[in-house]
C-alpha cells in the first residue's frame, strides 16, 4: 500500500512538471526554443531593412556605397534627375580644372600616338602632359594653343615619362574626330575653372587632392555628364556652363560631343 502511494505521487509529480514545462516552452517566441539551431539570434524582418546578400544593412556601409550615394542620391518624393545633378556638380567642384597655355610640344619618343607637352597652369613651373592626340591634331596647331587642363590628376609614368595632368577634349560618338576645349582667348593661364553661373565663382571649396580624385573615382563619376551642346559650349549635365572669369569654356566645331 505504501509502495503502491509512493508511486501515484512520483506520477503525479512527474505529470505536473510536464506541463510546467509545456507552459513556459509556450511562452517563448517559436524561434527561441531549443530545438532551433540558433535559438538567440534570430533577426526579423521587420526590425532590420536586409540587402540582397541577406545582412542586415547595416553591416553594407563600405566606401563603394557612400560613392555611389555621391550620384544617386533621390530622396523620397524628390526630383531624381535635379538632385542628381545637383550631387554631380559638387563632385565636379572638387576638381581642378585650369586654364593653360601650351609652351613647347614633341612627339613621345617611345610612343608614337602620343604628343609630350610643357603646359603652363600658372604655377612656377610648366607641367609636363602626355596626350594621345597625334592621330587627331597636327602637331604645329598644339603651339602655343590656350587649353584646358584637369590638373589634380594622379601623376603616370607614360612609357617614360612621367605625365602629371590631362589635356581636356571633344570627341564625336566614334571617337573619329577630337578637338581641345579652350577658354576664351585673353583667359589667363592659372585661372581655376568652374561650372555654374558667372557668380558661383567665389563659391568654389578647395580642389580634392590627387591622391583624393584617384581613390574617390571623382574624375570617372563626372565625366560621363560632361559634353558640349548645339553651339559646342561645354556643359555639365546639360545645364551648368563651364566658365572662365571673361566666358565660357568652347571646342570649335563637335556639337552634342563627349568630353574627356
Request: hydrophobic share 35%.
Amino acid at each position: 500500500m505504501a509502495n503502491a502511494l509512493k508511486g501515484n505521487v512520483m506520477l503525479s509529480s512527474l505529470v505536473s512538471l510536464r506541463r510546467t514545462t509545456t507552459t513556459h516552452c509556450s511562452l517563448l517566441p517559436k524561434a527561441t526554443r531549443f530545438g532551433s539551431k540558433f535559438p538567440f539570434f534570430s533577426l526579423s524582418s521587420s526590425s532590420s531593412a536586409k540587402t540582397p546578400s541577406g545582412f542586415p544593412s547595416f553591416c553594407t556601409l563600405s566606401s563603394s556605397s557612400t560613392e555611389e550615394a555621391v550620384t544617386e542620391v533621390t530622396p523620397a518624393g524628390g526630383n531624381g534627375e535635379t538632385e542628381k545633378s545637383v550631387s554631380v556638380k559638387d563632385s565636379a567642384a572638387l576638381l581642378d580644372i585650369r586654364v593653360g597655355q601650351i609652351l613647347r610640344t614633341w612627339k613621345h619618343e617611345e610612343a608614337d600616338s602620343l604628343y609630350v607637352e610643357e603646359v603652363d597652369i600658372g604655377e612656377p613651373e610648366p607641367r609636363i602632359i602626355c596626350s594621345g592626340l597625334v592621330n587627331y591634331i597636327p602637331l604645329e596647331h598644339l603651339q602655343g594653343k590656350k587649353v584646358i587642363v584637369l590638373s589634380n590628376l594622379k601623376a603616370r609614368n607614360m612609357r617614360g615619362v612621367k605625365s602629371s595632368g590631362m589635356l581636356m577634349a571633344a570627341s564625336d560618338a566614334k571617337h573619329e574626330n577630337v578637338e581641345l576645349l579652350f577658354p576664351p582667348e585673353e583667359a589667363t593661364p592659372g585661372e581655376r575653372i568652374w561650372f555654374g553661373s558667372e557668380d558661383e565663382k567665389d563659391n568654389q571649396p578647395a580642389a580634392a587632392a590627387p591622391n583624393q580624385t584617384q581613390k574617390k573615382k571623382i574624375w570617372e563619376l563626372v565625366q560621363p555628364h560632361l559634353k558640349t551642346d548645339a553651339s559646342c559650349t561645354a556643359l555639365l549635365g546639360g545645364v551648368h556652363v563651364m566658365r572662365t572669369s571673361l566666358g565660357s569654356v568652347a571646342c570649335q566645331s563637335l556639337q552634342n560631343a563627349n568630353i574627356s
